[in-house]
């Protein structure tokens, strides 16, 4: 992107102003409701969150691939098949599955990190955009994902805030991608534990299948809402970018500055 204020040179990595700009006079931060405001780039972060969405998607895709096997097998095992096939398959599918779980969680884990950097930065880039157009201070955007019962509502509240704030001046834009992927989000979310449930629960075969079932129904939803995420922060990234572009618009009682 280039430079917010010359608007002649690149700005510098994870930055809005170029070298140039930035030798000759730093800025100070905004001041805001909830303290002093930098707007940084989010465009690295929100490049490397949609890359690893990515790499959650493969590792769903590959669940999904050695579930499907495994459930094969359950049903062959539930139909009366204990042959030696039907266990040599068996000795192959499951050790598969196991390493497919393994993969999911530290995909997920190290997506997760990233995402609450780059989200982190989204909240506060927008309050220089709108300094009064949030319902809940930063911290929020971390610790409201961790905090029991508040979590189903906290980070889309705070989403929708910063949403609002990054929108073009004077042109709001619709909810439907948010709500959608946080919709999506939480089914995921409720589904993944209930066949984790099931799965840990599970004795005899036929309650063995069902819980491979229901898993690989949780990883097909928790794929669209890997897709959906990706959606959502490469949207509001872009949207970021182009409003710290484009120079002051609305006028704010906070000077917006960039940091």
Not at 68 to 93: F, N
Not at 180 to 191: D, E, I, N
């Amino acid at each position: 992107m280039f430079c917010t204020r010359c608007r002649h040179f690149e700005a510098a990595p994870e930055g809005v102003l170029c070298a140039h700009c930035a030798a000759a006079q730093p800025l100070a931060p905004a001041a805001t409701p909830h303290g002093p405001a930098w707007l940084r780039s989010p465009v690295g972060l929100g490049r490397a969150v949609a890359v690893l969405l990515g790499v959650v998607v493969a590792a769903d895709l590959f669940a999904l691939g050695t579930g499907v096997l495994l459930y094969g097998v359950w049903g062959d095992i539930v139909a009366g098949d204990v042959g030696q096939a039907v266990l040599d398959r068996a000795d192959v599918v499951e050790p598969l599955y196991g390493v497919a779980g393994v993969l999911q969680t530290v995909a997920l884990l190290a997506t997760a990190v990233v995402f609450l950097v780059w989200f982190h930065r989204a909240r506060v880039n927008a309050e220089v955009f709108d300094p009064f157009g949030h319902r809940m201070k930063r911290g929020w955007a971390v610790g409201g994902w961790f905090v029991p019962v508040v979590h189903f509502w906290f980070p889309r509240r705070i989403a929708l805030d910063v949403w609002d704030a990054s929108s073009p001046w004077n042109a709001p834009r619709p909810h439907g991608l948010v709500n959608a992927w946080w919709a999506l989000w939480l089914v995921s979310t409720a589904l993944t534990q209930a066949g984790n449930r099931m799965y840990s629960r599970a004795e005899s075969p036929s309650e063995v299948q069902r819980a491979v079932g229901q898993t690989l129904f949780s990883d097909a939803v928790d794929i669209a809402a890997a897709v959906l995420a990706a959606v959502f922060v490469l949207t509001l990234t872009r949207m970021q970018d182009r409003k710290a572009r484009s120079g002051p618009g609305m006028p704010v009682t906070a000077t917006p500055v960039a940091g």
